[in-house]
C-alpha cells in the first residue's frame, strides 16, 4: 500500500486460480496486470513515489523473477514491461518505449499518419519533412502521404510515395522532390 493509502498492489486468483499482480485506486478500481509473461504474478511494493510496481513473475519452467515497472503510458491496463516483452513490434526503433508512447510524449513523430513511426519508415533513410498540414476535404477525409523505403539513388528496393483519402476522379498533384 502506498503511504498515504490511495494506491494498493498485490496478488489476486483468477477464475482458473492463477495469481494474477494488480494495482488498485478508489479512481480506477482494481487493474489487472496479468502474469507478466510468465504463469503467475505478484505485485509486491510500491516506490516512495507509488511510480515504479515491484514484484515477482513464475517461468513455465516454475522460477521466479523479479520485474520493477510501473508505466502504463498507453493506459490500456498492461504495464508497458509487458507488452515490449510480448511484441518486439511495438517498439520499432527500439529504445525500451513503446512507439504509441514515443508519439504521445512527443519524442518521435508519424507525420504521414500511417501508424509506424517516421524513423521506422526510413531506415537509413531521411526523415520526411512537412512543409504544409493537410485539410479536410469536402468528404471529410484528411489526406496523407506515405512512403515505403528510405529513399535512395542507391537503394535496390523500390521506394513506393503514396497519396491516400483524396477526392476521387479529381486531378491533383503530388510532388516528391
Known sequence: MSADGPIVVGESLDA????????WTA?????????LGGARARALGL????????????????AWRAFVDGTDCDADAVL???????????DCNANGVLDTCDLAAGTSFDVNQNGRL?????PGGAIPTVYCSAKLNSQLCLPAIDISAAPSASN????????TN?????????VYG
Not at 479512481?27 to 496479468?34: C, E, F, K, P
Not at 483524396?166 to 503530388?174: F, I
Open 27 to 35: 479512481a480506477s478500481g482494481m487493474q489487472d496486470w496479468g502474469t
Open 166 to 174: 483524396v477526392l476521387a476522379a479529381r486531378t491533383g498533384a503530388l
Open 118 to 122: 517516421d524513423e521506422c519508415d526510413c
Open 47 to 62: 516506490s516512495p513515489d507509488t511510480s515504479p510496481i515491484v514484484g515477482s513473475s513464475q517461468n513455465a519452467s516454475a
Open 16 to 23: 482458473a486460480g492463477r495469481e494474477r499482480a494488480f494495482r
Open 80 to 90: 508497458d514491461l509487458c507488452e515490449l516483452r510480448a511484441s518486439q513490434g511495438l
Open 156 to 163: 535496390t528496393d523500390h521506394c513506393t510515395v503514396n497519396a
